[in-house]
């Protein structure tokens, strides 16, 4: 069956393909710091009026929150893009899965690796605190296809199968590689899921900023953006990769809360001690792409976090639903 094996031909890629034909197939050191000496100075962003009216509601929304929160949105079709904090770090939390997802997915097409090849789930290993090492320590789990791996990671976000497919691909260095070959700046790596969780909580990420396994907005719109428009990764790859992100279960009252009922979203959420996170691509009614990057720290709560994720979502798909003819916009130098 190729180089893909029969796994990816029949069970993903027919079902994919008859899925997305109509929606959606169109390590340095880390630094730690507070957040006013990390923020970095963005680059010069052409917004036309319908922009700036959307940011200034979500700014709105933003404004009642307690701690650091970043927004970004494009509009990958229509052009158009909000930005909030756009290019200071956030904990991506697992929202970091899809970039490890996307790197196993390039090893299939190098023909190095298969969704039907085997690797165990790793599992973390209990540690005294007394010895506890930079990366917390793992012992192989449950085998299972690779393929397999990826829906659990991605659709009920489980670390143990996210670490299998780290694993698989070779380690952390590698998704950093995939993510610098493929232009996304301002996104890394630095953690096993296993050591992420058992180190969430050291920081306060509402008030001080860990580069460490973190994404800028405007990142996670490039890594989204580079998945959606096909640079990254082959059209079968990003089927694949885009319909398993249309399963998740997770995070129902975050972005999907904010959308109409049947709003076709492929999406990713994260969730640590005082963040939330919500990453994903929305279908507009006119067949449009949507890009949204919703990054949430303080001390409110994952329901509260949760609210201001849904409403900020609803204003940006209301905002993006009506195009504007760019010969009629007046484009505003930011």
């Known amino acids: 069956m190729g180089k893909y094996g029969s796994g990816y031909k029949v069970g993903m890629v027919h079902r994919s393909i008859r899925l997305f034909a109509a929606?959606?197939?169109?390590?340095?050191?880390?630094?730690?710091?507070?957040?006013?000496?990390?923020?970095?100075?963005?680059?010069?962003?052409?917004?036309?009026?319908?922009?700036?009216?959307?940011?200034?509601?979500?700014?709105?929304?933003?404004?009642?929150?307690?701690?650091?929160?970043?927004?970004?949105?494009?509009?990958?079709?229509?052009?158009?893009?909000?930005?909030?904090?756009?290019?200071?770090?956030?904990?991506?939390?697992?929202?970091?899965?899809?970039?490890?997802?996307?790197?196993?997915?390039?090893?299939?097409?190098?023909?190095?690796?298969?969704?039907?090849?085997?690797?165990?789930?790793m599992m973390p290993v209990a540690q005294p605190l007394r010895a506890r090492t930079s990366v917390a320590p793992v012992r192989?789990?449950?085998?299972?296809?690779?393929?397999?791996?990826?829906?659990?990671?991605?659709?009920?976000?489980?670390?143990?199968?996210t670490d299998g497919l780290i694993a698989a691909v070779g380690g952390i260095a590698t998704v950093n590689s995939w993510l610098t070959r493929n232009g996304i700046a301002g996104q890394r790596l630095d953690h096993t899921m296993a050591t992420l969780v058992r180190d969430d909580g050291r920081i306060n990420p509402a008030t001080t900023i860990d580069t460490r396994t973190s994404s800028t907005p405007r990142a996670m719109i490039a890594l989204l953006s580079a998945i959606d428009r096909g640079n990254a990764l082959s059209p079968q790859s990003r089927a694949v990769l885009l319909d398993t992100m249309t399963r998740t279960s997770?995070?129902?009252?975050?972005?999907?809360?904010?959308?109409?009922?049947?709003?076709?979203?492929a999406?990713?959420?994260?969730?640590?001690?005082?963040?939330?996170?919500?990453?994903?691509?929305?279908?507009?009614?006119?067949?449009?792409?949507?890009?949204?990057?919703?990054f949430v720290t303080g001390p409110e709560g994952h329901t509260a976090h949760a609210g201001i994720i849904s409403q900020v979502a609803r204003v940006l798909y209301d905002g993006y639903s009506q195009p504007l003819g760019r010969s009629t916009m007046e484009m505003v130098r930011r």
Request: aromatic fraction near 2%.
């Open 250 to 265: 997770t995070g129902r009252n975050r972005i999907r809360a904010g959308l109409p009922e049947g709003t076709l979203l």
């Open 267 to 294: 999406h990713k959420t994260g969730t640590l001690a005082g963040v939330t996170d919500d990453v994903g691509i929305v279908r507009l009614p006119d067949g449009r792409h949507l890009a949204i990057a919703i």
């Open 140 to 161: 192989a789990g449950t085998i299972m296809a690779a393929q397999n791996l990826m829906e659990l990671s991605i659709t009920r976000s489980d670390n143990h199968a």
């Open 23 to 121: 929606a959606f197939l169109l390590t340095a050191p880390a630094v730690v710091a507070t957040a006013p000496a990390v923020q970095s100075r963005a680059p010069v962003t052409l917004q036309d009026q319908r922009d700036l009216a959307i940011q200034q509601q979500v700014e709105a929304i933003v404004a009642q929150g307690r701690g650091r929160i970043g927004v970004a949105a494009m509009d990958l079709d229509g052009g158009g893009m909000v930005l909030i904090n756009g290019d200071q770090p956030f904990p991506m939390a697992s929202c970091a899965k899809i970039a490890i997802a996307a790197t196993y997915l390039d090893g299939v097409e190098q023909g190095r690796l298969r969704l039907d090849q085997s690797f165990p789930m």
